[in-house]
Nanobody, 115 residues
Framework: QVQLVESGGGLVQPGGSLKLSCAASGFTFSSYVVSWYRQAPGKERELVAGITTNGGTTNYADSVKGRFTISRDNAKNTVYLQMNNLKPEDTAVYYC????????WGQGTQVTVSS
């Protein structure tokens, strides 16, 4: 069955960095667009970044442009989110999503940015 497993979250100080990973299984990973979303307490889930099947095109939320980088390794069935210069407002649960019919979501990984 389709599985998406996020990892790499944690507690980091403002200005710090984290790299999230999402390991996929149960489908042909290289055939699907994948994205990172996040949801902060009391807020709706929002798109952070997306990447096309071969990694040739990426898109980012304005709030993370220049700080976050999405990438994928189709040989490892994994999508990454490198997060630099983290801010307290980046605190959220981060989810990866496989686009398609239906969409599939991972269980999420908590990122907390605090001094």
């Amino acid at each position: 069955q389709v599985q998406l497993v996020e990892s790499g979250g944690g507690l980091v100080q403002p200005g710090g960095s984290l790299k999230l990973s999402c390991a996929a299984s149960g489908f042909t990973f290289s055939s699907y667009v994948v994205s990172w979303y996040r949801q902060a307490p009391g807020k709706e889930r929002e798109l952070v970044a997306g990447i096309t099947t071969n990694g040739g095109t990426t898109n980012y939320a304005d709030s993370v442009k220049g700080r976050f980088t999405i990438s994928r390794d189709n040989a490892k069935n994994t999508v990454y989110l490198q997060m630099n210069n983290l801010k307290p407002e980046d605190t959220a649960v981060y989810y990866c999503k496989r686009s398609g019919i239906p969409n599939y979501w991972g269980q999420g990984t908590q990122v907390t940015v605090s001094s």
